[in-house]
């Protein structure tokens, strides 16, 4: 294999990898003011110094290769980094935008850890050996960002569930309301108890009214 051929490629490889970052730079600080979780906000501020310091290292790649800095437009990141924009334009602030973010950024993290372990590879075979420290402790930072995201979303996840329970426990104490309403009104009184003492003085009355109706006792006369 030609030795001039493959560090061509590699410096192609790392000029499109430079310009990735430099656009991821300034897409992170938007990213992390579209999102409600301060979890993950906090995540992509924290990735935002890792990406800021992975420039400066592409940086120095360049100078181990011997050849000058410089950025070739890298396609593949403007693609994933409208995906992230739609996601913040077609959802209202929340767990369903923040999910939709973290889905975006993770595309974005897997697209770097392969673009870094191919270059370091080939730094490898070009007998880079600071070349291959430096682009294999960036791949390992993007793992660890893809793998910090992964359990960010699964604590919104869990969240969310537990909202949906307490929702459901409010439904069935409105709908048991309902029904302790619907009783009260099926006995005819309107809910409203008849007191007994009601019920003793139409009896007395009656009593009096039969009373009345009967025959006086007739004297007997005296002789």
């Known amino acids: 294999m030609n030795q001039q051929t493959l560090r061509n490629l590699f410096v192609d490889h790392i000029s499109d990898l430079y310009d990735a970052e430099k656009q991821l730079v300034k897409a992170l600080p938007k990213m992390a003011k579209a999102v409600k979780s301060e979890e993950l906000a ?8 890792e990406t800021q310091n992975q420039v400066t290292r592409l940086e120095e790649v360049f100078q181990a290769v011997g050849a000058p800095v410089k950025a070739k437009p890298c396609k593949g990141m403007k693609g994933l980094l409208a995906e992230g924009s ?23 993290e897997h697209y770097e850890i392969s673009a870094y372990g191919t ?14 420290q430096l682009l ?6 993007e793992k660890n960002a893809d793998e910090g995201l992964t359990q960010i979303a699964m604590t919104i996840y869990e969240a969310a569930g537990d909202e949906d329970e307490d929702d459901a426990d409010t439904d069935v104490d409105e709908e048991e309301d309902e029904e302790e309403d619907d009783e009260d009104e099926g006995d005819g009184s309107l809910g409203i108890p008849v007191p007994a003492t009601a019920t ?4 007395s009355a009656k009593d009096i009214v039969e009373a009345g109706k ?7 006369r005296k002789p």
Do not use: F
């Open 42 to 49: 906090d995540a992509l501020r924290n990735h935002l110094a």
């Open 86 to 108: 739609e996601a913040i334009a077609e959802h209202t602030p929340g767990a369903m935008r923040d999910l939709a973010l973290i889905a975006g950024a993770q595309k974005v």
């Open 119 to 132: 270059a370091r590879a080939i730094a490898e075979h070009l007998e880079l050996a600071d070349a291959v």
């Open 136 to 141: 294999g402790q960036t791949e390992d930072e």
């Open 200 to 203: 003793s003085k139409k009896a």
């Open 214 to 220: 009967a025959k006086p006792a007739t004297r007997q």
